[in-house]
Nanobody, 115 residues
Framework: QVQLVESGGGLVQPGGSLRLACAAS????????MGWYRRAPGKQRELAAT???????NYADSVKGRFTISRDSAKNTVYLQMNSLKPEDTAVYYC?????????WGQGTQVTVSS
């Protein structure tokens, strides 16, 4: 059974940090491109960060310099380190795995940035 399970969300003050984790199971392996998407209230889902099978990364302009995506192949887990968080980072964050024509999604984890 293929599963993506996110964890690490929560409430944090502006300027704070959080680290999200996405544990993959089933057939998902290092060949998959992994991404973190987010959906803010009243907005469309957007791609925040991507890590490709070769290890290269890509970030949305809105998070560049503040977020870092990484993967631990031994644990089959992808992380999103989020620093200098802003209220506009408040969203449900979703883990995504894709390979060829196959895409999997996690259930999402809420991140709220508020004082």
């Amino acid at each position: 059974q293929v599963q993506l399970v996110e964890s690490g969300g929560g409430l944090v003050q502006p300027g704070g940090s959080l680290r999200l984790a996405c544990a993959a199971s089933g057939i998902i392996d290092s060949r998959y491109t992994m991404g973190w998407y987010r959906r803010a209230p009243g907005k469309q889902r957007e791609l925040a960060a991507t890590i490709f099978s070769g290890g290269s990364t890509n970030y949305a302009d809105s998070v560049k310099g503040r977020f870092t995506i990484s993967r631990d192949s031994a644990k089959n887990t992808v992380y999103l380190q989020m620093n200098s968080l802003k209220p506009e980072d408040t969203a449900v964050y979703y883990c995504n795995a894709r390979f060829a024509l196959v895409t999997y999604w996690g259930q999402g984890t809420q991140v709220t940035v508020s004082s």
